[in-house]
């Protein structure tokens, strides 16, 4: 079993307003071609470069779905981690991701209701440094405590 397998993500006890999170990224045709793939999604402004510029376009463009794949990973896999569950997710895209183009995406957590056992992050994704290329809200319940019978005794088994 790979060491990864038992890793747990922050519970919302470890989780405070302001811990943040920042992720740079790149989608290649490859990954693209992967998503038309398993999606068969064929819309040709995702993989013609000359449909792209005949509508407007300097080229292909990452599909956004594709970018809401990195946050919710990112929230799966970093903040709050393995065990999170997404529970409401806001996008709103403003500018275009070409092929290979890197983002940075940048998370915040901008509240912690303890009494819902949620955590609201704040994303904001640019490209080239300084263009605004998305915002998000996104809603997670972070993972809870697992509880761990020895000898009949329920004990909380605390992240390490």
Known sequence: MSEDSHRKGKTIDEIVEGDSLTVNESLSDR?????LGMTN????????HEYAKEIG????????VL???????????????????VVNL??????????????????????????????????TGTKNEDERIVDA?????PPKKRSVSLNGINIEEVNA
Do not use: R
């Open 31 to 35: 990954d693209i071609l992967l998503y």
């Open 137 to 141: 809200i996104v809603m997670v319940k």
């Open 67 to 85: 970018l809401t794949g990195i946050i919710t990973s990112s929230i799966s896999k970093l903040l709050p981690g393995p065990g999170s569950e």
């Open 90 to 123: 806001s996008v709103n895209f403003m500018l275009p991701v070409y092929h290979d183009e890197n983002v940075t995406l940048n998370f915040e957590v901008i509240k912690v209701d303890m009494m819902k056992e949620v955590v609201t992050l704040s994303i």
């Open 57 to 64: 376009y300097k080229g292909p463009v990452v599909p956004p």
């Open 41 to 48: 999604d064929n819309n040709p402004l995702y993989i013609q």
